[in-house]
């Protein structure tokens, strides 16, 4: 028999792979991506460097989705808001990759300019440097913590009558439908006038 025309592994095929590994179980294992693909582990390692390198190829693959055109807006906070909500969008859609993720060190030389262009653009708005990686991780936390709650239950709180909370109650009969996009709207609100305070006390 000849050679397959198509190669059984490449790093694209071990990438989607494992997204599809965490997307059902939160994590993956190298002999799990060999199985499913019909190879053998040790033929996975030839095209990755080992599960870290694995790891920053599902870190560039869900970073992909974030629209980079957003980092090119004008004024400063309009397009830190765009990056924001296309960053969410991205890991919304794959939220069991979060914990993975975000759990390891940042190594994807894509990933990396993305942030190199964040950070530019707070320089370049006359932020001063100490203020500018507390700012980003701020909203990273936001951010992704939004995400995780896209994919929660509506209802996560559960009211029984031998625990009274009357309060409680009426307060998740007002929130209504959309829970999770109007915490995330007032989170990134508050952020974004206190980055401009930030600004502002810089200037």
């Known amino acids: ?18 997204l599809q590994l965490v997307d059902e179980q939160g ?17 996975v390692y030839h095209h990755v460097d080992g599960r870290d390198g694995i790891v920053e190829l599902l870190r560039e693959r869900v970073a992909s989705a974030i629209d980079p ?7 400063w906070d309009r397009a830190l808001e765009a990056w924001a909500r296309s960053y969410r969008a991205a890991f919304a859609a794959h939220p ?28 370049d708005a006359d932020f001063a440097p100490s203020d500018v990686m507390p700012l980003i991780i701020a909203l990273e936390n936001l951010v992704l913590g939004s995400a995780l ?8 709180w559960v009211l029984t009558e031998s625990t009274p909370t009357p309060k409680l109650a009426k307060a998740l009969e007002a929130v209504g439908e959309g829970r999770a996009d109007r915490s995330f709207n007032l989170g990134l609100a508050a952020l974004l006038n206190h980055a401009r305070t930030l600004r502002t006390a810089e200037a």
């Open 69 to 75: 055109k957003t980092l090119d807006e004008t004024p």
């Open 96 to 123: 069991k990759a979060i914990p993975l993720l975000m759990t390891s060190p940042v190594r994807a030389p894509r990933v990396l300019e993305q942030y190199e262009r964040a950070v530019t653009l707070l320089l």
């Open 149 to 156: 709650d896209l994919s929660a239950p509506e209802t996560m």
């Open 27 to 43: 994590d993956f294992s190298v002999p799990q991506i060999a199985k499913r693909l019909g190879a053998q582990t040790g033929s």
């Open 1 to 18: 028999m000849g050679r397959p025309r198509t190669p059984l592994l490449d790093r694209e095929r071990i990438t989607t792979t494992a």
